[in-house]
């Protein structure tokens, strides 16, 4: 066994020769391999991680042979070959009775000593390249080569430039030159793509980036982009996450009898009442002096959780004729509302803009018709002196949080009912009004709610951020949803922050009349949302406006 005496270290300053040189003798020998890669995703999911490691030993060690050679040939002659974890575990593990099934690159070699800068650039490549190992599976280059000859043309789309396409460049972008309409050039090319490549690709019309200015032909420059279905296409729910979805909706539920519980505040015993108002009682009331009232609480609790139900419903019956699937919903509970509504998941991808548009607003218009109609019968039914003893004591202060809601209400009540300290309605009333109001926050124009998927199918990403901007500022000085802006606020930059995906025409418009059912729609989302401040309530008497 030999004993290691002495050894030296130099720190040389790569020359940029010699750098560009092993960059390209890297990059050379990971193509290598090439056939390997494939094999990864199928190893990952059966758990073969040995064998994994295996193939990237195998990469590594293949490119340290190559770079041994090069600087043989440039006459360097030393040892300066960057020994890695790889190579000295290859090195210093014994062989097993497997080890003729081993790839034939593995280098047995004993490591060498090299320069620490080197080592460290070296490291960085590898992890680089690691990362590139086990990220999405890219565009095959010999695709994109055959594609390139025998998809496009001067009938359709003219190539002109390349570049990398998706989250994580993944993809591959074609830019050039429009032949003939968007439309039909895009629907040529699709069907093109299924004879080339089968089910392999999607194929996407989007916006050129950075274009100079709009295409000859009208509209804006379009270019086409290409990733895989796997990459490209949402995954199945998982067991989890039906588990999750499940468990949400029971604790909607409990939110809701909450809600109606809460309402028949005037009628509890005064022990709760005061634990829950008073902020200095600390010893909790016997809950079980709130049974009697569970009954009466299930109507309101039915009204709010149908709601949510009509306004999922809604999704799914604009979905389905499109062909485009859901996710379960996730139902998020909130003790003020009842809930704050759902996270309902793209399962597919969707074909056009106007799709995007028409599923998005389908469930806000589904759950606010019948929020409105059970607000409005409420109100109906809150004048009614048949049905006095099912109503119930609300403050009048509650009509202020709505300029909308609170102006209806002054409409159907009166003045003399609304400007006293209680005002007497029906549960209705205020299944309703939690229905609009949620139904109005689902409305927002930002990231993935409703109105933002709206908002980014009608106006383009552009004008989503620009009203996400704008709608955070006014969440974040309450001048939305009065006290609960801030909870709403937060909920959507945990859970509703990112924008929806392209869709695979993202570059036709969805027409004029859907602009303008889609502007009169978050005129009115603001009305509702938008609190009635002390002058103006006193002015149109809503409430009653106490001042000191």
Not at 461 to 483: E, H, Q
Request: charged share 20%; aromatic share 8%.
């Amino acid at each position: 066994m030999a004993t290691l005496t002495s050894c030296s270290f130099r720190l040389n300053p790569p020359s940029r020769f010699n750098f560009r040189v092993k960059i390209k003798n890297i990059n050379a020998n990971f193509c290598l391999c090439g056939a390997s890669l494939s094999k990864r995703r199928r190893m990952i999911s059966k758990g073969n991680c040995t064998r994994l490691n295996l193939i990237v030993r195998s990469c590594y060690n293949d490119k340290n042979n190559t770079r041994n050679e090069n600087n043989a040939t440039n006459g360097e002659g030393e040892n300066r070959d960057n020994s890695n974890l790889a190579t000295m575990s290859s090195a210093d593990e014994k062989p097993d009775d497997n080890s003729e099934n081993l790839p034939t690159s593995i280098s047995n070699r004993n490591p060498t000593i090299s320069s620490i800068g080197s080592s460290h650039n070296n490291f960085q490549v590898d992890s680089f390249k690691l990362m590139e190992l086990l990220g999405p599976e890219k565009v095959d280059p010999a695709d994109v080569k055959a594609i390139k000859e025998k998809l496009f043309g001067y009938s359709t789309f003219w190539v002109t430039k390349e570049e990398q396409f998706g989250d994580l460049g993944e993809g591959i972008l074609f830019l050039g030159n429009l032949r003939a309409k968007r439309e039909d050039v895009f629907a040529k090319l699709q069907s093109h793509l299924a004879e080339i490549m089968g089910d392999k690709y999607n194929l996407f019309m989007v916006e050129e980036p950075n274009a100079e200015g709009p295409d000859p032909r009208g509209g804006p420059r379009v270019s086409f982009g290409m990733l895989r279905k796997e990459v490209s296409e949402p995954g199945p729910t998982t067991l989890w996450q039906y588990v999750i979805a499940l468990l949400l909706f029971l604790l909607t539920i409990g939110s809701s009898v909450e809600l109606g519980i809460a309402s028949q505040i005037n009628r509890l015993p005064p022990e709760v009442v005061k634990y829950f108002t008073d902020p200095n009682a600390i010893e909790p009331p016997d809950m079980q002096l709130l049974l009697p009232f569970v009954d009466s609480a299930l109507p309101l609790a039915y009204g709010v959780l149908g709601v949510q139900l009509f306004h999922e419903v809604g999704h799914f019956l604009a979905a389905f004729p499109r062909k485009v699937k859901l996710s379960i919903p996730f139902f998020i509970p909130n003790i003020t509302l009842g809930s704050f509504g759902a996270i309902t998941q793209f399962k597919s991808i969707l074909p056009d803009r106007k799709t995007k548009v028409d599923i998005s607003l389908s469930g806000p218009f589904a759950g606010a018709s019948l929020s409105l109609s059970m607000f409005t019968i409420g109100l109906l039914l809150s004048s009614n002196p048949a049905v006095a003893g099912d109503l119930v004591q609300v403050p009048s202060l509650l009509f202020q949080g709505s300029l909308l809601l609170g102006l209806i209400s002054r409409a159907a009540l009166g003045y003399t009912a609304m400007h006293a300290a209680t005002v007497s309605i029906h549960p209705l009333v205020i299944a309703g009004w939690c229905g609009l109001t949620t139904t109005a926050f689902n409305m927002l124009p930002i990231g993935c709610l409703d109105g933002g998927r709206a908002m980014q199918g009608a106006f383009g990403k552009s004008a989503l951020i620009a009203s996400g901007l704008a709608t955070y500022t006014l969440l974040g000085l309450g001048v939305l949803g009065g006290p609960l802006s801030l909870p709403w606020g937060l909920y959507v930059l945990i859970c509703q922050r990112t924008p929806e995906k392209p869709c695979l025409n993202d570059v036709t418009e969805v027409g004029t009349w859907r602009k303008t059912i889609l502007t009169i729609a978050i005129i009115l989302v603001v009305m509702t949302l938008l609190p009635v401040w002390d002058e103006l309530a006193e002015e149109l008497g809503i409430g009653l406006v106490t001042t000191f």
